[in-house]
C-alpha cells in the first residue's frame, strides 16, 4: 500500500540560511534521489527529484512550499533574537543616595540632562514559512510521504512552529505532533459522521412493525 498524508497544518518558521543548511547535511529518504531549492520572488520551493526511472519527468513530484519573510533580529548577550533587550540607561543607575539630584556626569552643554542609551545592534533576516494547511505546504501527489518525511525531519530542526498530521502507514494511520522542534505525543480520536448517526437514529415510518394498516 502506498503510504499517504491526509491532514496536514503547519506554523514553522526558520531563517532562511538554516533551510539551506538543513539539505546540505540531510540524508534524504531513498525514495528521492535529490531536493531542487528554487525561489520565486517570494516563494521557496523545494521539489523532489525520484529515485528511481519509474516516475515520469513529466510527472510533477512533491514539494514544499513556504512563503520568505523578513524579521528584525537583536543581538543579545545570549547571542541573536527575535526579541529585543530590555533598554539599558547608562545615566540612570547611580550609587547615589540621593536620587533627586542631578546626575553632573550626564549633563551636556548648557545644562541639559543627557540620557546615555546603549544603541542595540540588529538586523534584517529572510525567513522561510512553512505556514498553511496539506495543499499549501505539500503540494503533488507523487513521493508525497517521502516528502512528508523530509518536512518532519526540517520541524525537528526548525526551532519554531507546530507541525500537525494524519497519515496512513501500512493500512494503519498516524499522529505526528511536532512543537518548536521536539516530537510531541499524538492520538487520533474517530468520530462518527453525524449525517451518518441521524440516519441510525430515525425510524422508518414506511417499514415499521410496530404501525399496522388498520
Not at 45 to 50: D, K, L, Q
Not at 98 to 110: A, F, K, T
Not at 181 to 197: F, K, L, Q, Y
Request: charged share 35%.
Amino acid at each position: 500500500m502506498t503510504s499517504r498524508v491526509y491532514r496536514l497544518h503547519s506554523t514553522l518558521e526558520l531563517q532562511l540560511d538554516d533551510v539551506h543548511e538543513f539539505f546540505d547535511e540531510y540524508e534524504l529518504p531513498v525514495e528521492i534521489e535529490d531536493v531542487e531549492v528554487t525561489r520565486r520572488n517570494n516563494t521557496l520551493i523545494v521539489s523532489a527529484v525520484a529515485a528511481e526511472d519509474n516516475i515520469s519527468k513529466y510527472t510533477p513530484t512533491a514539494q514544499l512550499k513556504a512563503s520568505v519573510t523578513e524579521n528584525r533580529i537583536y543581538e543579545t548577550e545570549d547571542g541573536w533574537s527575535e526579541t529585543p533587550p530590555e533598554p539599558q540607561n547608562g545615566a540612570a543607575s547611580t550609587d547615589s543616595d540621593d536620587d533627586d539630584g542631578p546626575q553632573w556626569g550626564s549633563l551636556g552643554e548648557g545644562g541639559q540632562l543627557q540620557e546615555e542609551e546603549e544603541e542595540i545592534n540588529s538586523k534584517l533576516v529572510e525567513y522561510a514559512c512553512f505556514k498553511g494547511d496539506r495543499e499549501t505546504v505539500l503540494q503533488n501527489t507523487a513521493l508525497q510521504y517521502p516528502m512528508f518525511e523530509v518536512l518532519c525531519d526540517l520541524a525537528k530542526f526548525a526551532k519554531k512552529g507546530t507541525l500537525t498530521a494524519i497519515a496512513a502507514v501500512d493500512d494503519e494511520l498516524e499522529a505526528t505532533r511536532i512543537v518548536d522542534g521536539e516530537e510531541r505525543s499524538a492520538s487520533i480520536e474517530v468520530i462518527d459522521d453525524p449525517r451518518e448517526r441521524d440516519g441510525e437514529d430515525t425510524v422508518n415510518w414506511r417499514d415499521n412493525k410496530f404501525i399496522s394498516d388498520d
